[in-house]
Nanobody, 116 residues
């Protein structure tokens, strides 16, 4: 089992930046990613990174604003969020999967609130 601990959420104004972190208890996964869920909406994929190669992917709505990266030795991924918008407000969840396209473990979530 992999435990995920997220940090870095908060309340910011539109245009500000935040960096989320996700630390995994073990390096036994293929990829780590960030998802988010806004009130009344389904959880959606935001960005992901393969752990060995460092290949990244992200949803179109955050391209050019959000960057996912990792510190391989620390089993930690980061989501740098710039130019935040009110529509980015959501609970952000870290997740890992042992195979492509699969989520096996979720973090507890961290709230990001962007005021206009």
């Amino acid at each position: 089992q992999v435990q995920l601990v997220e940090s870095g959420g908060g309340l910011v104004q539109a245009g500000d930046s935040l960096r989320l972190s996700c630390a995994a208890s073990a390096r036994t996964f293929y990829a780590m990613g960030w998802f988010r869920q806004a009130p009344g909406k389904e959880r959606e994929f935001v960005a992901g990174i393969t752990w060995s190669e460092g290949n990244t992917d992200s949803v179109d709505s955050v391209k050019g604003r959000f960057t996912i990266s990792r510190h391989y030795a620390k089993n930690t991924a980061y989501l740098q969020m710039n130019s935040l918008k009110p529509e980015d407000t959501a609970v952000y969840y870290c997740a890992v999967g042992r195979l492509p396209g699969r989520v096996d473990y979720w973090g507890q979530g961290t709230q990001v609130t962007v005021s206009s």
